[in-house]
């Protein structure tokens, strides 16, 4: 045993003879049964917070403090072992108790303590009077009302005094608005208790009722929990048993146990209610800061979750906006170019040479203007972000248009440019994205002049109430059957060495399928090497948009 | 004859097409961001068509609309979006603008709109 175990022990083994020989004082049934008896409750306290280890102490203490009173030694023996075990009981059944919480915070924990304090006291109430009467210190007639003190005395040791330490220890934060409060409300106690237990005062007042104490013992529970409640009842039982002993109050008797015994049964109801009055608003309290504090923690919740879902957005947004800024770029200083070009061509001096220049480098632009949409779109398509336009359209003026911006780079290559327009069957106008449209006819068509050396490019446009179908032939090379799948492939030149003179980048007709597919619609290719390639677009026209 | 304000931030685009517009016989006035713009609006006579650009410093162009649209007088001058930015098509619906044109400038079409409101 450590010096210091054996401190402890010495220590409660001191306060435990104390106190027994106090309580004893107090007019014990058959010398050993009193109604007073606290070190019930100091040994059920000790033994719950610093471990069931500490056991001897009570053995010793009770020994001494019985034989000190009178008791043959086998008697003391007796006694000091049903003292040990009561505590021994309660202790084991508290730690065997589910969620018992020592602070008594909760009706459950309270539940437990007075079920441990009954089972024990019934025990160690047993052993010693059994050991009384074994010993001939106490004759038959007189077990029951021995019995009865003992048990009554040692119940209110585990339900006053043992909440009174256990509440106390549990240190709840303090709570220094509450202190004025708690002081108005003692001094309130004491004073009530004073008159209620206190001598009688001339003339007998409504004051001097057992129930006057009731509403502050509630208040108290209340306002300051269990351990409110402990104090305020070991305050009253007190004052309470410290009037009776000197015959004076509503209990005063003709024998001070006679009192005591009714004094006694008051206070266990007292301390019963009221432990369980405590219990109830703690809980309710901590259902309160419980609730608070899953609300705070929804809430901390609910930011993060808005902040993750602006991250997101603004991360899924920082892609959009790179394509747009990208596309405005880009966009910007070719637009402020081709202007310019267009202010040349205004020039009313311009020879045949500055003309050509000037037609040359609108169509390069217009290339260049196209590719970028080309290349933008593509990302589009690719990132899944293409946002298609639809409006209601004329093809007829789509395919003009096209021919229209297409037709400078036909004179230049010398080949013709012809328009095959059937429209008697196809509808004047549907539902497209117009500009996504021409994008397509102006690539299929840009191709075509590209790769035709000598004959004609014809646009076709033919269709029904079903479907619209835009055809782009050329007199060209041609493409081999074997390479008619990878033409639609992105970055897919044919026979680089041979078409090494073609400018492109391969975007065109991959592009040209992605936002084909993308309006609805398919392309198909025919195509005879050295004859030449017939690319045929086929959109749904049931739509007029 | 139509009077034109083009709202475009870019000094040297804003410049060349000024001057085609007006060889072609309109007007044309200049604002360099929707905040000079609202402020012309709010003096002399409507223009009879707006030409809006949407990615401008200070006062964007989407913010400028909605600005046009909260006061009933200006609301109903007649305006196209001139915009480099993707889909420029979806934008001037989202801002209930009819008419819009990309850069570079389809200048055929943009000439038979301005004759539509001369």
Sequence with gaps: MTPRRFAQMTALAVTYVIVARAGLLFDAESGFATLVWPPTGIAIAVLLIAGRWMWPAILIGAFAANVWTGAPIAVASGIAIGNTLEAVIAVSILQRWPRFESALVDVHSVGGLVTAAIVATTTSATIGVTSLFAGGVIASPHLVETWRAWWVGDLLGALVVAPLILTWRAGSPARSLRSLEALAAGVLLIATSWLVFGPTLAPVGPFQQLYAVIPILTWMAIRFGPRGAATATFVVAVIAIAATSFSVGPFARETLRGGLMALQVYVAFIAATFIVVAALASERARAARDAEQRRRELETALQSMQVAREHAEHASGVKTDFLRLVSHELRTPLATLLLQVERLKLEPDADADHRKLVTNMHAQGQRLHHLIDGLLDFARIQSGRLELHVESADPSRVVNDCADELRPLAEANQLGLDLDLDTTAAPARFATDQRLLRLVVINLAHNALKFTPKGKVTIMLAGDARELRITVRDTGRGIPLADQQRVFEPFELLDPVRNKHVPGVGLGLALVHAIVTALGGTISLESIVDQGSSFTVTLPSGNDG | ?118
Excluded: C
Aim: hydrophobic share 45%; charged share 25%; aromatic share 6%.
């Design chain 2, 1 to 118: 004859m139509a009077r034109i304000l083009i709202v475009e931030d870019d000094i040297d685009f804003r410049e060349h097409l000024t001057a085609l517009i007006r060889a072609r016989g309109h007007e044309v006035e200049i604002a360099a961001d929707g905040e000079e713009a609202l402020l012309r609006l709010h003096v002399g006579e409507p223009p009879s068509l707006i030409l809006l650009d949407l990615m401008m410093p200070e006062m964007d162009g989407w913010t400028f609309r909605a600005r046009m649209l909260q006061e009933p007088k200006l609301a109903s001058i007649p305006i196209a979006v001139l915009s480099g930015v993707g889909s420029v098509g979806n934008e001037a619906e989202k801002l209930h603008i009819d008419h819009y044109l990309g850069k570079p400038v389809d200048l055929q079409a943009l000439y038979r709109l301005i004759e539509r409101y001369a």
